[in-house]
């Protein structure tokens, strides 16, 4: 398994946790997904094997924030 912490912006509130943590974590190897308001980031652990970092990070943005 893969780990990564990614920055993400845009996200404020409980809606914003639901949304990155419910898509994220319902893409095929993706076994763990934190989102942490604070800090602005995503803590993602995933299998390289079955999810590409890059379809992680399109997932974020398609629900509607900036990955850096």
């Given at each position: 398994?893969?780990?990564?912490?990614?920055n993400?912006?845009?996200?404020?509130?409980?809606?914003?946790?639901?949304?990155?943590?419910?898509?994220?974590?319902?893409?095929?190897?993706?076994?763990?997904?934190?989102?942490?308001?604070?800090?602005?980031?995503?803590?993602?652990?995933?299998?390289k094997?079955?999810?590409?970092?890059?379809?992680?990070?399109?997932?974020?943005?398609?629900?509607?924030?900036?990955?850096?």
């Amino acid at each position: 398994m893969e780990k990564v912490t990614l920055n993400v912006q845009g996200m404020s509130c409980g809606h914003c946790v639901k949304a990155v943590e419910g898509s994220v974590g319902a893409l095929n190897g993706v076994s763990n997904v934190k989102v942490h308001l604070e800090n602005g980031t995503v803590d993602v652990e995933f299998n390289k094997n079955v999810v590409t970092i890059d379809t992680i990070k399109e997932t974020i943005d398609d629900q509607g924030y900036d990955v850096k």
